[in-house]
């Protein structure tokens, strides 16, 4: 660091630490000097209930009126009218979408212990900066989840997969999102082309597992899926080595 660098920092910590605030007035009027405090009343705080979480069928609102407000071409906006399962009465504009599968693509043929995984760089308008990412896309009306992650994987990579599986489904952002996202992990990788959709400017890469989750950890890559698609993978080779 510059001499000039260092000397302004001392000089500005120093500053703050001669910093006087100044006294509280110790003197009070007579009427508040002479009022009593009052008993301020314990409020009593629900202790969390100590219980395993299962797997329960999911309640539903009662859907009292629906009117969708923008139809674009990924997805819609909802402005719905609800009552929720507690009894609660509210209105929420919701975008509808129909899903997306995200495929992490392993080639673990001369490392199983550190694979390579398929990512990709793009530029995403919404958070204003390239990310790195796992492939992945929307899947169509009607269309099966595994085809759906395999058309995607062959179009923006041009790998294809022998073994395929369901790694995970969550939520993206259930406050207002309805989208679904499903990872799969694909493996036996096999080389092939890629065709992308004409918006679709993609960098592809094969990066080592040991890279990413040291990337994850400095903050080099921030997409949601890419991050929890990649460290359940690497929490499930570590699962397989203790045994």
Not at 143 to 165: P, Q
Request: hydrophobic share 40%; net charge positive.
């Amino acid at each position: 660091m510059p001499k000039k660098v260092k000397a302004a920092k001392s000089a500005a910590a120093t500053k703050v630490k001669s910093v006087k605030f100044p006294k509280a007035k110790a003197a009070k009027s007579r009427k508040a000097a002479s009022a009593k405090p009052k008993a301020s009343k314990a409020r009593k705080t629900k202790k969390a209930v100590k219980a395993p979480v299962s797997v329960v069928q999911p309640e539903t609102a009662e859907l009292l009126s629906s009117e969708v407000v923008y139809q674009g071409r990924v997805f819609r906006v909802c402005h719905d009218k609800i009552i929720e399962p507690g009894g609660l009465t509210t209105e929420l504009d919701v975008i509808r979408h129909n899903g997306s599968a995200v495929i992490l693509a392993v080639d673990s043929s001369k490392n199983k212990k550190n694979p390579w995984i398929v990512i990709e760089r793009q530029y995403r308008h919404a958070a204003n900066q390239f990310l790195w990412e796992l492939p992945a896309g929307k899947i169509e009306p009607g269309e099966d989840d595994v085809a759906g992650a395999k058309r995607e994987l062959s179009e923006e990579t041009g790998y294809s997969a022998k073994k395929w599986k369901l790694l995970v489904q969550y939520f993206a952002s259930p406050g207002f999102l309805g989208e679904t996202m499903k990872i799969f992990l694909a493996e036996g990788l096999v080389v092939g082309d890629a065709h992308p959709e004409a918006d679709e400017q993609i960098e592809i890469r094969l990066v080592k597992l040991s890279d990413i989750l040291r990337l994850i950890q400095q903050g080099a890559i921030l997409d949601g899926k890419t991050i929890t698609g990649v460290l359940l993978y690497a929490r499930s080779l570590a699962g397989k080595r203790k045994k």
